[in-house]
């Protein structure tokens, strides 16, 4: 052991695995108000056996609540549905970040990653021209983005996708200002597969990137302040996604129906709903038009999940994964090597599993070799 025992530690990892206090107390057989001290450090445990039982509960390595690192998040992470998703689940995701942010910290020592240029915007500039500076700095051109979470990664910005115990989670992105090239992280529910809310939710943390301040905590901020954060990175997401000219040229070329909104959803992967409020904002339909084609998704039940939502995808994130694999591939690391060089010099004693899980890993990627028993097993006799 290192340290003393770190309670900011036990109470990330209780956040991560989804627990109260309260919840943990039990399962440990400890007073509630005993952990309550042990997490805010005024109480030390003095019985190693306790340790040991909150460790297998948690399912981390005893030597996990001993480490003090370094950093930790911090500042401003956006949540697309801040106002409607419980605290508790907002929570554990900004542990899982903690702790890819670690991770990312020995990566980028070894890998050379792609490196963020920000742009600088002029003062005020509307979420419409912020898309198109945009658009043009990253050289996309004004057509379709087929794989927007490739384009976001050749930039510099690193994107992960994690399962979550609630569908009101739907993308998150927080400022990485570790090591020598500060970046972003963008991270969205794998609850949503189809590409068109993928790339929308992608884009709409572009737009908290582009437009908006990242050095307070949003949760102090209005949730007047906080609507009409969320209504410019939607129209940032639409405009980057659906460029006025060339989509309003689509638009015009057909009927005003659903059928043909769900043939430019194959060549835009966008949304039908997302495309419908595009084409009202840019003259292509009225909002008696607009209202009209709405009751009509309302109607046909389209609203929850709409035509080809499980037919488009789209590229799953690479860089964080394809990292790793790299250092493994060219004996960088063997596995075991790299799990101690995370614990012993970034300061992260985390199972390998846990690892596979926050990157996307292929299972055992990181895990000791599994031995088949072979006991059982006999060779054949010559007939």
């Avoid at 695995?17 to 309550?36: F, I, K, M, P, Y």
């Avoid at 020592?109 to 043009?136: C, G, H, M, W």
Wanted: net charge negative; aromatic share 10%.
């Amino acid at each position: 052991m290192k340290y003393q025992f770190n309670g900011d530690r036990l109470k990330k990892a209780r956040i991560y695995r989804g627990l109260t206090v309260a919840e943990l107390a039990e399962q440990v057989n400890c007073q509630r108000q005993t952990l309550s001290m042990y997490e805010i450090s005024k109480s030390q445990p003095t019985d190693k056996t306790i340790v040991e039982q909150i460790a297998q509960v948690l399912d981390f390595p005893v030597d996990y609540f001993y480490e003090h690192p370094a950093h930790g998040v911090s500042g401003t992470i956006y949540f697309r549905s801040l106002l409607t998703t419980n605290k508790k689940y907002r929570s554990e995701q900004i542990a899982k970040m903690d702790y890819l942010s670690q991770i990312y910290t020995l990566l980028q020592d070894y890998v050379e990653f792609p490196k963020y240029q920000p742009l600088s915007f002029k003062e005020n500039i509307s979420p419409e021209e912020a898309a198109a500076t945009l658009r043009n700095a990253w050289d996309l051109g004004y057509g379709p983005i087929d794989n927007l979470v490739s384009v976001v990664e050749q930039h510099g910005i690193l994107v992960t996708s994690f399962n979550t115990r609630t569908n009101d989670v739907d993308a998150f992105s927080e400022f990485v200002d570790i090591g020598d090239n500060p970046t972003y992280l963008i991270a969205y529910s794998k609850n949503k597969t189809s590409a068109a809310r993928i790339h929308f939710d992608i884009a709409h943390e572009l737009g908290h990137i582009c437009l908006h301040e990242w050095s307070e905590d949003i949760e102090d901020i209005t949730k007047e302040e906080f609507k009409s954060r969320e209504r410019q990175a939607n129209e940032f997401a639409a405009a980057f996604l659906l460029p006025e000219e060339t989509f309003k040229q689509d638009a015009l070329a057909g009927p005003k129906t659903i059928t043909y909104y769900k043939q430019l959803k194959k060549k835009w992967k966008v949304s039908i709903a997302a495309m419908i409020r595009r084409s009202e904002k840019l003259g292509v339909i009225s909002m008696d038009e607009y209202q009209s084609l709405i009751r009509i998704m309302q109607r046909r039940g389209l609203r929850k999940e709409e035509p080809l939502d499980d037919v488009l995808v789209t590229a799953s994130p690479a860089l964080l994964k394809t990292s790793v694999m790299m250092l493994l591939q060219e004996n960088v690391f063997t596995p075991e090597e790299f799990m101690v060089e995370l614990a012993d010099n970034y300061d992260l004693s985390i199972n390998p599993s846990e690892i596979e899980y926050l990157l996307d890993l292929p299972i055992g990627t990181l895990s000791p070799s599994k031995i088949i028993d072979i006991t059982s097993l006999q060779l054949k006799q010559n007939k």
